[in-house]
């Protein structure tokens, strides 16, 4: 079925529900949050639904903006209450029902119609009623944006798109591109060019996103950059960030997002992996240059997956290393070893 034959489906599904719920995924950023509030507020105000959005764990709180005027829970319990309630389900920004972490169990017993909005590698289509998946857009904000346009209510004009949505698709977006620095696409700057065009405050946007820091997240960063950071000649950077790291710095939830992004400002370094401890586990973070796949070495090593320049994964205690103090080298062994075979094979 092609996007025009979902659209309509979907749009009359819209018209059958009278109490639609969106979900997304666990430790939600920025285009989960953006593709659920601009969906939540295109229902409410162009369709006239009881519209709510839940998400498993609360967002950092730079990117908590996003859900001004949004209805919405992250408690399991509410959630819970609601999708016995709710006509239509609606999935944003993950590709597996098991990316919703503590929700999972409940999502997958959910009875009714479930639509899949995302951008990732590898979706679990047989989980969904409906499935729009597509990898290349910078975002699912980007890829609801289109969504939206071609509802009939909406007929491709971007000013028909409520305000607070608007503003959430953008911020959605411009998170999921780290401020257009990586996974533009042509509809990328097309969607941002639109949405200025009708009336979003991308300068509110920026200030609220990168301009709000506490200052434990600036000495973070400090530290991280300084002590934590570890740079290999085989032109990789790893950082592995321990509990008392996040204690001593006295950071929150999300805090630290980005900071894997920044060992990639050193010329010469085509990959950089951020592990963060989390209790019996780290979860890592991937990010290269183009040429250089962090979805395969995530795929590979880290249980993981994603995009080809931006992916994660985890590391389990015991499973893969015996504690915490282990992480560092295991880390560099398995990039080192992962980059000297990308080389040989393009040699």
Known sequence: MNEDKKTALLSSWIDEAAI????????????????????AGYLSACRGKDAEVLLPGPLPESAAFILDGTTNTTDR????????????????????????????????????????????EDPEPDSFDLCFSDTRVSSTCELLYRILLAMPDINGDAGRIPAPSARALMAGMTTDTNNFANSVFPGTLRMASELLAAGVDRDDIIDKLYHSERPNRLAAMGDMLSERMKLLPCGAAVTVLPQAFYDRHGLQDGETEGFVNMPLA???????????????????????????????????????????????????????????????KYICDITARFLQQQDTAKN
Do not use: W
């Open 266 to 328: 050193i010329k010469g370094i085509r990959l950089s992996v951020l592990a963060r401890e989390d209790g019996p586990l780290f979860r890592v973070s991937i990010r290269s240059r183009r040429g250089t796949s962090a979805r395969l070495l995530a795929k590979a090593d880290f249980h993981g997956g994603g995009h080809e320049q931006a992916s994660g994964g985890k590391i389990l205690i015991p499973d893969d290393i015996p504690s915490p103090d282990s992480a560092e």
């Open 20 to 39: 639609i719920t969106t979900v997304s995924h666990g430790r939600p950023d920025g285009d989960a949050a953006g593709s659920s509030a601009a969906m």
């Open 77 to 120: 319990g509410d959630a819970a209450l609601r999708l016995q309630r709710t006509d239509l389900l609606i999935c944003l920004d993950f590709n597996t029902i098991s990316r919703t972490e503590e929700l999972e169990d409940l999502i997958r017993a959910y009875p009714g119609r479930k639509v899949l909005i995302d951008h990732h």
